[in-house]
């Protein structure tokens, strides 16, 4: 017969008295106990949410220590396209639900990625733009945007762009695309098996290093140095089919990519959301999967 | 004073916790069971996820991982229950894959993977694949073409990526595990090391319309034979899809499973692979 003790408190040597629980618990869990030594059953291991510490990071300038928490990347937002509807454009979240200490100005790097996107006509213009905590645009016509494109199609041949679009918003490159016959999810291309000849589809992503809303504006407004005012990097990624009508035999496949800053000689508000939609036109998307992660930085504070 | 006992109980309650017998090997975290067992297993810091959920609507998953020390073939299986095949809108699949034999120059072939045996859609498809290389910069092919039969025949592929083998000795490289120790690390072989193949790709999984998108890292390795670093291609990423064929397989992918061209099942038993793959999913939204 198995020996037991009976006893409400068990004890070390020292003293420090700890208070047994007195059911089982529900699942399997960890042994937890608090500061008065009352045991009792926690979570266990890793849950599906982000990794997170509240070890301060070292602040090696001042000497000092960050005083907001340490965060893994996050899935902040997701949203699916089934080809039952359609979309004139997809807006994701950037901010993740913000911890103890932390700040929506934290967002330091934001990647959207994107899968299996289907546009319903020719026309659509892949487009990003980047709002502010009041939908305003971030990216505007008054900033000054420097931006490189390049591209790759099937048969090799390179093409290389290095210019100031000059407009308020950031382009990718385009696609062109038809809609599935039926208009709904069950004609979805996700689920389609029989023969499309040439269905056009778009994947990759785009990623943000959010420099500074204000960048050393106290000391430089006036000229074009660098760091002047608001600050943002871009560089994207894509890899799609373009068509505009069935085909058998086009190859019509790029593989591209693209880098971009955004600055400002004022304030560039922070992006709180991005905006996947076109620039011209109302070509609609009827199908693809979005979703946005977020890395926070706590010595990021404006 | 050590008080010996099985079990302790609180007076004030039925439910008397079982002590546990041995001591664990390094430092783990206690768990207890519905029936009071105490233990302290491995299996407290199980990481499950990549990115974190929202509600819901899970982030990447991590769906299997396997670490090779030397086989045929390396293979990675979407077994989830919680996140079957169906449920996952595109994969991402990490590795590090050596092939270790003569230090020539080779190539690891890819196959999709549904209900567990290879099925590429290989005829029909229509692509492009870029990488940097050494002396050209970026450059750029036709997307990749392979096979479109069913189970482990070698031509049942449907993308490759280039690689040298290794060709280390004293000892061999016979096994994953022994690159990562000092004691058994092979110490000749002039450039040993500079072989494998590194990084990442993305699968879109859909029914019909499969295939390799683009990718956060692309794959880096080195292409071609001998001792002279040419031809390395780094950030090498694919796009394929199926063009001008039905797809001969249907249905979604639930693995991938890769092997030296000319070892796997029924090859050359000296063209063998090691190293880890792992296997994410992102699955769809579940609104």
């Not at chain 2, 050494?134 to 070698?154: K, Y």
């Not at chain 2, 072989?189 to 879109?204: A, Q």
């Amino acid at each position: 017969m198995a020996s037991l003790i009976k006893t409400n408190k068990i004890s070390t040597p020292g003293g420090e008295e700890f208070t047994l629980p007195t059911t089982y618990p529900g699942t399997t869990s960890s042994l937890t106990s608090t500061s008065g030594g009352q045991l009792g059953y926690g979570s266990l291991g890793f849950s599906s949410d982000v990794l997170s510490s509240d070890n301060k990071v070292i602040n090696t300038n001042a000497g000092t220590f960050f005083e907001s928490s340490v965060q893994s990347g996050s899935l902040v937002d997701k949203a699916r396209i089934k080809n039952d509807s359609t979309a004139t454009a997809v807006t994701l979240d950037i901010v993740p639900s913000l911890r103890t200490g932390q700040v929506a100005a934290n967002v330091q790097f934001v990647t959207l990625h994107f899968c299996g996107v289907c546009f319903s006509d020719s026309g659509f213009r892949p487009t990003i733009q980047l709002l502010d905590s009041d939908n305003n645009n971030v990216i505007s016509n008054s900033n000054a945007n420097q931006a490189m494109r390049s591209y790759h199609n099937s048969g090799g041949s390179f093409s290389n762009q290095s210019k100031d679009p000059n407009v308020a918003y950031m382009p990718l490159l385009y696609n062109e695309s038809y809609r599935p016959t039926g208009a709904s999810a069950a004609s979805e291309l996700f689920n389609q098996t029989a023969l499309r000849n040439g269905t056009a589809m778009m994947n990759g992503y785009v990623s943000m290093m959010i420099i500074s809303s204000d960048a050393n504006s106290d000391t430089d407004t006036s000229g074009s140095r660098f760091g002047a005012g608001g600050l943002i990097l871009s560089k994207n990624n894509f890899a799609f089919r373009y068509e505009s009508s069935y085909s058998s035999s086009s190859s019509n496949s790029i593989i591209g990519s693209y880098g971009k800053y955004v600055s400002k000689q004022q304030t560039l508000n922070n992006p709180t959301k991005i905006k996947f939609y076109t620039h011209t036109g109302t070509t609609v998307m009827n199908e693809g999967l979005f979703w946005t992660e977020t890395i926070m930085n706590p010595g990021k504070t404006t | 004073m050590a008080v010996r006992t099985e079990k302790i109980q609180s007076l004030t309650g039925s439910a008397p916790l079982t002590l546990p017998k041995t001591l664990p090997s390094s430092s783990k975290g206690v768990q207890v069971s519905t029936t009071g067992v105490i233990s302290s297993p491995d299996v407290t810091n199980t990481l499950s996820h990549k990115t974190s959920s929202i509600g819901s609507d899970p982030g990447w998953v991590l769906l299997d991982h396997i670490e090779v020390d030397e086989g045929e073939t390396m293979k990675v299986v979407n077994s989830s229950t919680t996140y079957p095949a169906s449920d996952i809108y595109c994969y991402e699949v990490h590795f590090n894959i050596i092939s270790n034999y003569n230090n020539n120059g080779s190539e690891i072939r890819f196959s999709p993977l549904r209900s567990g045996t290879r099925s590429p859609n290989g005829n029909g498809r229509s692509g492009v694949r870029t990488y940097y290389s050494t002396g050209s910069g970026m450059e750029a092919t036709t997307g990749d073409v392979g096979g479109s039969g069913t189970g482990s025949a070698n031509s049942n592929y449907e993308f490759f990526q280039g690689i040298k083998m290794e060709g280390m000795s004293n000892p061999g490289l016979s096994s994953y595990s022994m690159a990562f120790d000092k004691d058994t690390a092979p110490l000749g072989g002039t450039y040993g090391g500079d072989g494998g193949l590194n990084g990442s790709f993305r699968y879109y999984n859909g029914s019909g319309y499969a295939g390799t998108i683009t990718s956060d890292t692309g794959t880096f390795g080195r292409r071609s034979h001998g001792n002279s670093y040419n031809d390395w291609r780094l950030g090498e990423t694919h796009f394929a899809m199926p063009r001008g064929n039905s797809p001969t397989h249907t249905g979604k992918v639930n693995g991938f499973e890769c092997w030296n061209q000319n070892g796997g099942p029924g090859g050359n038993s000296s063209y063998t692979i090691m190293g880890f793959m792992q296997l994410y999913g992102m699955p769809k939204t579940t609104s």
